[in-house]
T-cell receptor, first 109, second 113 residues
Framework: RKEVEQDPGPFNVPEGATVAFNCTYS??????FFWYRQDCRKEPKLLMS???SGNEDGRFTAQLNRASQYISLLIRDSKLSDSATYLC??????????FGKGTTLSVSS | DAGVIQSPRHEVTEMGQEVTLRCKPI?????LFWYRQTMMRGLELLIY????????DSGMPEDRFSAKMPNASFSTLKIQPSEPRDSAVYFC???????????FGQGTRLTVV
């Protein structure tokens, strides 16, 4: 079983839609959680950290369920510029960041 | 800061040749990571360093791969001899502390023919 699993998509949504991505992780010792964004042929960049209580950054909301080992990302009012691949990332003590394979989002006008 | 700097950006080489990828981390960062990305396998951790010391190289595919970090501002990933299946994008990343988000370089796109 892969350590971090994501639905690869693609998710094709119209502008203004709300879209949610999910991610599961296998190691219950995981301590830090992030969402990264990767544009085509570019490097991954941090979108937001994920905190136990859930957190919001503008149109983006991240949630963590430690009991179910589940992370989510909600994007409201999708923009064309949100089209990218979204990578779920976890970290355990003593290890490096472990990346999911990503979920591809395509927002159309 | 200029961010993580990798060179070259693109490399095309023939099978059997030696390939050296270079990375300059963000100044002051004490962790450096090498990742490889392919369509099939996504982003895979190859090796990471803490304060120039290799901590975990279990992701290095085989003995053909080696990595060094002679000082805090420079690291290399070497493949010798290269094979077509090594074709991928190789990313270097650095972070200040562990469990902290990492910053990535622009990557080296390697093609082995």
């Amino acid at each position: 079983r892969k350590e971090v699993e994501q639905d690869p998509g693609p998710f094709n949504v119209p502008e203004g839609a709300t879209v949610a991505f999910n991610c599961t992780y296998s190691n219950s010792a995981s301590q830090s959680f992030f969402w990264y964004r990767q544009d085509c042929r570019k490097e991954p960049k941090l979108l937001m950290s994920v905190y136990s209580s859930g957190n919001e950054d503008g149109r983006f909301t991240a949630q963590l369920n430690r009991a179910s080992q589940y992370i989510s990302l909600l994007i409201r009012d999708s923009k064309l510029s949100d089209s990218a691949t979204y990578l779920c990332v976890v970290n355990q003590a003593g290890t490096a960041l472990i990346f999911g394979k990503g979920t591809t989002l395509s927002v159309s006008s | 800061d200029a961010g993580v700097i990798q060179s070259p950006r693109h490399e095309v080489t023939e099978m059997g040749q030696e390939v050296t990828l270079r990375c300059k981390p963000i100044s002051g960062h004490d962790y450096l990571f090498w990742y490889r990305q392919t369509m099939m396998r996504g982003l895979e951790l190859l090796i990471y360093f803490n304060n120039n010391v290799p901590i975990d190289d279990s992701g290095m595919p085989e003995d053909r791969f080696s990595a060094k970090m002679p000082n805090a501002s420079f690291s290399t990933l070497k493949i010798q001899p290269s094979e077509p299946r090594d074709s991928a994008v190789y990313f270097c990343a650095s972070s200040l502390g562990q469990g902290i988000s990492a910053f990535f370089g622009q990557g080296t796109r390697l093609t082995v023919v």
